[in-house]
């Protein structure tokens, strides 16, 4: 699959999606219809390029390669992966086991394991009908979390 047909099937299928761009880099976000925009943390993300803690390992610098990652969360990411790694002081890569490079592999992220995130390189339908649970599961998460903030007033 491509990041085009990723983004038009999250926003076909997730009610109040809402996907900030920028250069070239699309952050997933819950917001019902009407209500303000609270861009405190993604749910998802895809990105064309490593970013300055990365080092390059995901080689996204690849023509047409992208990263899926989801907040699977921890109960999640350490049914598939184990427990949750401790992040880096730096918040730099974790060594994991795993090739980031790869593609269409689901793996932890090289960065935000710690968060329970997890990864894919240009997933296949295949790995995708694995992922697209994980993304119910953290779009969810994100809606509950806002309408539990909306009903505190903040």
Partial sequence: MDADA???????????????????????????EGAEPDHRLPFATIVTRDDQHEGGVARLDRP???RFSVAAGPAEYAARFGPVPAPRPDWGVLETGHDHAALDV????P????????????????TWREVWPLV???????????????????
């Fill in 6 to 32: 990723i983004v038009e099937l999250m926003r076909r299928e997730l009610a109040g999606l809402e996907v900030l761009e920028h250069e070239g880099d699309r952050f997933f976000y819950y917001r019902p």
């Fill in 64 to 66: 047409g390669v992208f």
């Fill in 106 to 109: 689901l793996m932890p992220h």
């Fill in 111 to 126: 960065v935000y394991a710690p968060m329970g995130w997890v990864c894919v390189l240009n997933p296949s339908e295949a």
């Fill in 136 to 154: 119910v599961g953290a779009y969810e998460t994100a809606r509950r979390r806002r309408e539990a903030r909306e009903r505190r007033g903040g």
